[in-house]
């Protein structure tokens, strides 16, 4: 059995093999084809082929993670989309809630409002009516949909969103005005609200299904180019694609749903971080994934990745009601750039020098001081041993870059260089404390793991700013993203809006509502091969007491839903509170808001990882000046550089090292020591600790 994992980055695509039989993988990086990232997936796959020794058509199946529908939704760069909703309803997507999400600013950014997904004029309205219930009040006005599509396609609409009120309840309107657009515009991509996120709070439900029409024509097309590409090779295996929600999905689910993929590129990082903590033996976890453009923040905690809730949940400041795992982005990597803003402070990033031209380091041009440059001025990369010696560094261009930036500054060039990291890992740093300390969580009692190609720069330093007292390097950090692809399962969801209260809870209903919902997703694992044996279905609940307007989600057990069973959701919600606000209210009642349904479908994936072989003692491959700040005193070290593949396993070794191998570079500062595990870890602990 022979998996490939594909992750598409800013700078690089990254790709890993793995012969299941064999316990053997194999690695690869190639630069992104940002224009058409299908290029750069093909150009891989066909370099890790001929790595590995087999052919495309030896491929069984290809897990990919994607950032299409996210960079469409961060550029603002989607289909021209159209919508259909209810007379009267016209602005809902402008007017948004009552809530500001700064309350105090008159000068914030709304991008419903500055940057609308479906401008006014392509927005119509048509009679039709639906109460609470879903019983109809008014019909729907065939003929006005009919015209509002005909309208449509005179205005160059790409893709229509079609979303009435109470759609949640009865989606009999949306699906009949669905179905009058596609006759009249075949070609359009089209979508309704209950199809996206068949929940209540219509701005909301509007909007997550407003993005799936903004990026839907864009992430099918790439699909099917990136399919018909890869059979091109040969490739006869399966293709599957992340999601938001940790899982993946077919291409098919995929064309469907597209705003499913809006973190594909992001969650891959964090299941690969999951899994090895896991197997490193420990369940509480931060992720650091850091790549060319962004740092991608993630926490797992007692083993399991962090969903995001209703609350905070959103793309581009756009709210989002969809199955996510809790991602923190902010732009910074090792294309970031450094500068002096207009009122003369230093900053780095979030401006990025991308793939191309890239830092100045990597010769095609680029004249921009970054980050990358600012870490070979500190020589803390090798210039003849970047990629595993297949990209050779210009430290003359980084150093005049850097140079020219410390002429503005009155500085030094390692003065200004180390200055850029510590803003850069200031920046990680804040982001990590408003994902742990703003949420009651002590990050000193987690182990940090740094990965991505500029993860293992960073670590130790960002770790150090917020007292962590572990790092975890992974065996190869530069594709830990495309590896946790190949540790999900399929994964797909169900809900229906419940609004049950406890003490009034019909049990009949609320087990329908589960049976209809495990019938769907078993039509869907039915029409994906997969058997019953493999499947897995997971009950959860939306909960909150009567007259809060926003949820927490509960675990609701197999079995019958009778009294008993419910006593256990019900105190686990008190408890869920009771961590999250500090308090909980539990002679208060209590609502089953929407019920949910995660089902898992088995796939091949990665076991355990292979156990790490070494020499007894550590042979450096050469050394080097690194420049290192120390006791508030920027100080050169002598430095040893080791080939990671080489150092002995359970030796400890004491820092400044720099650890080189294909796909990163791992820092060691000064003041702190490092062993490899027998799982080809590279664990720093800070001395003293």
């Known amino acids: 059995m022979i998996v490939v994992g594909v992750d598409v980055g800013g700078t690089f695509t990254d790709l890993i093999l793995a012969d299941l039989t064999k316990q053997k993988l194999t690695i690869h990086k190639t630069p992104s084809t940002p224009t058409n990232p299908a290029i750069g997936v093909v150009t891989g796959l066909r370099a890790i082929c001929d790595k590995a020794g087999i052919t495309p058509a030896d491929i069984d199946s290809l897990f990919h993670g994607t950032t299409v529908g996210t960079n469409a939704m961060l550029e603002h760069d989607g289909a021209v989309t159209g919508m259909i909703t209810n007379d009267g309803f016209r602005d809902v997507l402008h007017i948004g809630r009552h809530q500001r999400p ?51 396609i005179a205005q160059g609409v790409e893709a229509v969103l079609v979303g009435f009120l109470f759609s949640y309840v009865n989606p009999v309107h949306e699906r009949r005005a669905a179905e009058i657009v596609q006759e009249e515009m075949p070609e359009a991509f089209v979508t309704t609200s209950s199809g996206v996120a068949p929940q209540f709070r219509e701005f909301e439900r509007f909007t997550t299904a407003a993005m799936s029409a903004f990026i839907g024509p864009k992430v099918r097309r790439y699909i099917e180019e990136l399919q018909a590409e890869l059979r091109a090779q040969g490739l006869k295996g399966e293709l599957h694609v992340m999601t938001s929600s940790g899982g993946v999905a077919t291409p098919e689910m995929i064309s469907e749903k597209p705003a499913s993929t809006l973190l594909s590129g992001l ?44 609350r905070s949940a959103s793309i ?25 803003d207009r009122g003369g402070a230093f900053r780095v990033g979030p401006e990025s020098a991308g793939a191309d031209p890239g830092p100045a380091a990597y010769g095609k041009g680029g004249d921009l001081p970054t980050v990358t440059d600012a870490n070979l001025v500190l020589g803390r990369l090798a210039p003849r041993n970047f990629l595993g010696g297949d990209m050779t560094l210009d430290a003359d261009a980084s150093r005049r870059v850097i140079g020219a930036l410390a002429d503005q500054l009155g500085r030094s060039p390692e003065e200004t260089a180390e200055g850029a990291l510590t803003v850069l890992n200031s920046n990680m740093a804040n982001a990590i404390r408003s994902r742990t300390v703003q949420k009651g969580i002590d990050p000193r009692e987690f182990t940090l793991s740094g990965f991505g190609g500029a993860g293992p720069l960073h670590a130790a330093e960002v770790a150090g700013m917020l007292g962590v007292r572990r790092v975890l390097i992974p065996p190869h950090p530069g594709i830990t993203s495309a590896m946790g692809l190949l540790t999900a399962d399929l994964e797909y969801h169900a809900l229906r809006t419940a609004f049950a209260v406890k003490g009034s809870i019909d049990h009949a209903r609320l087990t329908w509502l589960f049976d209809d919902m495990q019938a769907e997703l078993s039509g869907i694992f039915d029409r994906d091969g997969v058997p019953v044996e493999k499947r897995r279905m997971l009950r959860e609940g939306d909960l909150r007491y009567v007259g809060q307007g926003y949820e927490l989600k509960i675990d609701i057990p197999d079995g019958p839903l ?21 308090h909980a209210f539990e002679q208060a009642p209590v609502e089953i808001v929407t019920v949910k349904l995660r089902g898992l479908g088995e796939v091949e994936k990665l076991g355990t990882p292979p156990g790490a072989k070494g020499p007894a003692v550590a042979s450096p491959v050469g050394q080097g000046q690194c420049v290192f700040r120390v006791d508030d005193a920027l100080q050169s070290f002598e430095t040893p550089y080791f080939d990671r593949t080489d150092l002995p396993v359970g030796v400890p070794m004491q820092g400044p090292a720099i650890l080189l191998q294909t796909d990163s570079t791992t820092v060691v500062p000064p003041d702190w020591s490092f062993e490899v595990d027998r799982f080809a870890n590279v664990v720093m602990t800070r001395n003293g600790e």
């Open 267 to 310: 969650v891959a990082g964090v299941r690969g971080g999951a899994w090895i903590g896991n197997h490193a033996g420990t369940d509480r976890l931060i992720t650091l994934d850091i790549g060319g453009t962004s740092a991608d923040i993630g926490i797992i905690v007692d083993g399991r990745l962090t969903d995001a809730d209703t």
């Open 102 to 152: 700064q309350h105090y600013s008159i000068m914030q950014d709304l991008p419903w409002q500055n940057r609308p997904l479906i401008r006014r004029r392509h927005r119509h309205t048509v009679a039709g009516r639906l109460d609470a219930t879903g019983a109809e009040l008014v019909a729907l006005d065939e003929q006005a949909v009919r015209d509002a599509a005909r309208e449509m």
């Open 316 to 340: 581009a400041g756009f709210p989002v009601m969809l199955p996510m795992i809790d991602i923190h982005t902010i732009g910074a990597g090792g294309g970031s750039i450094a500068y002096l």
């Open 562 to 582: 009778n009294e008993a069973a419910l006593e256990q959701v019900w105190q686990a919600f008190h408890d869920r509170h009771r961590a999250e606000y500090g």
